[in-house]
């Protein structure tokens, strides 16, 4: 529907009676409710129609024919074809994807890479336009649901903060950006704006761009999003309007031409305008209630991590309705919005299937109990077949019809894999590190961990500390050190500044612990791994970290760091203190 014809509606809704008006702006959205109210009366059925409906679009793409896609006709051939299996084994077809190959894992034109950001590392989706049209099928049906919610909202006027991308190149196409174009959809903020790569050059176009306009509904990823473009607004909003009534755009040439121009052609109303400048006549720093009393509705995460955030926003946006959009994976939306802790599982355009905790078989949705706990398989348009996900969910709720409803229980263990069948579990590293701890009689603000190459120096070495005599340093086991191609790389945060022959003796320590682990030990002992090297993080490197991550709109950014990182937790200059090499 186009926004001509949304605009009308809401002009329309303005004059008829409350009740009339909102079925009338409910109206666009009518198929989508629809086909939900059809799942919810038959959940097991949607579950696997959808599936098949998957899996017969893509049956000619190479991931297809190698599984006999077009075989698959129920759910008893699909269970026996198609493996269960985890990202990783679907990666090596992603990164075939990326390197521009097609009808690898999903078939017909591609819109382009979603490149997502968690906590478990990068990950990679194919976007086809199947992909495209499910995404605003989501959208669609939050949209539906902030409206039923609060009337009084204007979805003409909903800006979503998307997560920071590297600029668009022919290799690596990112989403949702590349989604926004190949849509069509109207934003008040221009995709090429996520672009950016300075955080503040960021901030500014976002805030240059929202200023300018009325604003009903504000979405991001993170509540600590919206609590840091309320921060940028008080500290940057009178140059902006001064920049926004002048009609000029600052730092043109570090911005790019593509976002300068976009920035430049937003137009606002002169009575907005001279609003705005009566604002900053005040001499009071400029908050979101000054400058978009019309906003009405925030949506965030409220649950688990986010929580502590979302209960600050009262201090930044006043008594705004925040509604929490359901809980996201870097590969599905998995649970219904507005349901806060607990919401229906979302079957909408997917495939969920739940696999029971101690079981290798995924079970129907209507025989699943209250109080159990499963983990999600997902079958979904991103190229994602039966796959696997790191998240456990705990089933609250079982209707005799419909999707249970669940809440997320656990995120599961990382894993880091030295080969075919050796790994590092993260619940190892956590027991060894705090009996590394206790027998150094040391607290950690926080420590993390990951696997790096020997020949990596992506760290400045020049501060490296090697304790030990020369006698000590002579007969330790450098030529495995020389031969091996990996190491374990563990940073850690103390409480306060330790001595430096106390941390030293912490990674030691660490390295005496880990080695009692069978696969560790093993892949020391075969020259896999040299031994742990361990770097001191300087006061406050954990926060910062969270603060970065905020700023790039990353959605786990409030997660606790996880002991096990699948990619380099890149360090600056200012970050750590020392480097100690066993």
Wanted: hydrophobic share 45%; charged share 25%; with cysteine.
């Amino acid at each position: 529907m186009s926004s001509l014809v949304r605009i009308l509606l809401a002009l329309l809704g303005r004059i008829l009676p409350a009740r009339v008006a909102l079925r009338l702006r409910l109206w666009p959205f009518r198929t989508t409710a629809l086909r939900l109210s059809r799942i919810r009366a038959a959940a097991d059925l949607e579950c696997q129609r959808a599936a098949l409906s998957i899996i017969k679009r893509n049956q000619l793409t190479e991931y297809g024919r190698a599984h006999g896609f077009s075989a698959i006709v129920d759910g008893e051939t699909m269970e026996r074809r198609l493996p269960i299996v985890e990202y990783h084994e679907l990666a090596p077809y992603c990164d075939r994807e990326r390197q521009g190959e097609s009808d690898i894992l999903v078939a017909g034109p591609r819109v382009g890479m979603a490149l997502e950001r968690c906590n478990a590392g990068t990950r990679l989706f194919p976007i086809s336009a199947a992909a495209v049209r499910q995404r605003y099928q989501l959208q669609a049906l939050l949209q539906h649901a902030v409206l039923k919610a609060n009337p009084k909202t204007t979805v003409e006027c909903w800006a979503e903060l998307l997560p920071a991308h590297p600029a668009r190149t022919e290799q690596q196409l990112t989403a949702p950006i590349e989604v926004l174009s190949a849509a069509k959809q109207p934003t008040l903020v221009p995709a090429d704006v996520f672009t950016v790569a300075a955080d503040d050059l960021r901030w500014y176009a976002i805030l240059r761009a929202l200023i300018a306009r009325p604003l009903s509904v504000l979405q991001a990823q993170a509540p600590g999003t919206l609590i840091l473009l309320a921060r940028q607004l008080a500290q940057r909003g009178e140059q902006i309007v001064a920049d926004l009534m002048a009609g000029r755009v600052s730092d043109k040439e570090r911005l790019g031409e593509a976002v300068s121009s976009q920035l430049s052609a937003l137009r606002t109303n002169r009575q907005r305008l001279e609003r705005l400048k009566q604002l900053c006549r005040s001499g009071k720093p400029l908050t979101p209630a000054m400058v978009w009393p019309e906003l009405r509705v925030l949506v965030c995460p409220t649950h688990r991590h986010a929580a502590l955030a979302a209960a600050r926003l009262a201090d930044h946006f006043g008594s705004v309705a925040v509604f929490d959009p359901g809980y996201r994976t870097a590969e599905a939306m998995l649970t219904s919005p507005l349901a806060h802790e607990a919401g229906e599982l979302l079957l909408l355009g997917q495939a969920i299937e739940l696999l029971p905790k101690g079981s290798d078989r995924p079970v129907t949705l209507a025989a699943l109990a209250a109080g159990s706990r499963v983990r999600p398989i997902l079958t979904a348009e991103n190229g994602l077949y039966r796959c696997k996900l790191d998240v456990e969910l705990e089933i609250v709720e079982r209707a005799e019809t419909g999707p249970p409803r669940v809440i997320v229980a656990d995120q599961l263990p990382q894993q880091i894999r030295l080969g075919p069948a050796i790994r590092i579990d993260e619940a190892v590293f956590e027991q060894a590190l705090r009996r590394a701890c206790a027998r150094c009689s040391l607290a950690l603000r926080g420590a993390t961990s990951w696997l790096t190459s020997i020949e990596d120096e992506a760290i400045d070495t020049s501060q490296r500390t090697t304790e030990g005599s020369w006698v000590g340093r002579l007969f330790s086991r450098r030529s495995r050190q020389e031969t091996a191609s990996l190491r374990l790389l563990v940073a850690f945060e103390p409480l306060e500044a330790l001595p430096l022959e106390q941390s030293a003796t912490l990674v030691k320590q660490l390295e005496r612990e880990m080695i009692k682990d069978q696969d560790y030990a093993n892949a020391r002992r075969q020259g896999t791994l040299a031994a742990i090297s361990g770097i001191e993080l300087a006061c406050g490197a954990l926060a910062r970290r969270s603060e970065r991550r905020l700023a790039r709109g990353w959605p786990d950014a409030h997660a606790p760091l996880p002991l096990v990182c699948a990619d380099p937790w890149r360090l600056g200059p200012t970050e750590w203190t020392r480097r100690f090499d066993d």
